[in-house]
């Protein structure tokens, strides 16, 4: 019977050392990993389309007109009462492109996206939440980064070690308040 309260106890320390290890790599991989702010570029550009659309609309409302052309924009930014404050650009801090269209709902506005090129809607702009936007520039649909799995794979050791640890504890109670009651 001492030799099996000896393997729980064992057991419990290694399980509780194998959780703590687990905790200082998941830690050591949030510093090794890339920055998961990489994989929202074009959620956060979209975001701030969103706003600038919703700001032309307003200026739309407000005047009976969408912005020229050749203002774009840069004139919801000014005035006294101005749609939007702050340069109006994208991520990379080059202006929007817009464009007043025949159709609804009367205007394009998109970022040139990374690579700063107008390729008209097309390649690497970001237009809408509808169109595909790839791995190799953006990170978006990518297939799962090694670190992601590593973290998954530490985190599942994490949780099995602290249940055995917890099983061991409670082993080592029940042990306890056996040979109490005998004694």
């Not at 609804?104 to 809607?121: C, K, L, M, Q, W």
């Not at 520039?137 to 990518?142: D, L």
Request: hydrophobic share 40%.
């Amino acid at each position: 019977m001492n030799m099996n309260f000896h393997y729980v106890n064992r057991a419990r320390k290694l399980s509780l050392i194998t959780f703590v290890l687990c905790i200082i790599a998941t830690i050591a991989a949030e510093f090794i990993s890339p920055s998961m702010i990489e994989d929202r570029i074009v959620d956060e550009e979209l975001t701030r389309l969103k706003f600038v659309r919703q700001a032309i609309d307003a200026f739309q409302k407000q005047t009976g007109s969408f912005p020229s052309n050749e203002n774009g924009t840069e004139q919801l930014a000014r005035g006294g009462n101005p749609f939007l404050i702050g340069p109006v650009s994208d991520r990379w801090g080059r202006p929007y492109i817009y464009r007043r269209i025949s159709t609804a709902p009367g205007y394009v506005v998109y970022s040139t996206g990374f690579n700063g090129i107008d390729e008209h809607g097309e390649g690497d702009d970001i237009t809408t939440p509808d169109k595909k936007y790839g791995c190799k520039v953006y990170g978006v649909g990518c297939p799962p980064k090694l670190n992601t799995i590593v973290k998954g794979a530490i985190l599942l050791i994490s949780v099995f070690s602290l249940s055995v640890f917890v099983i061991c504890l409670l082993l080592s109670a029940a042990r306890y308040v056996r040979l109490r009651k005998n004694n």
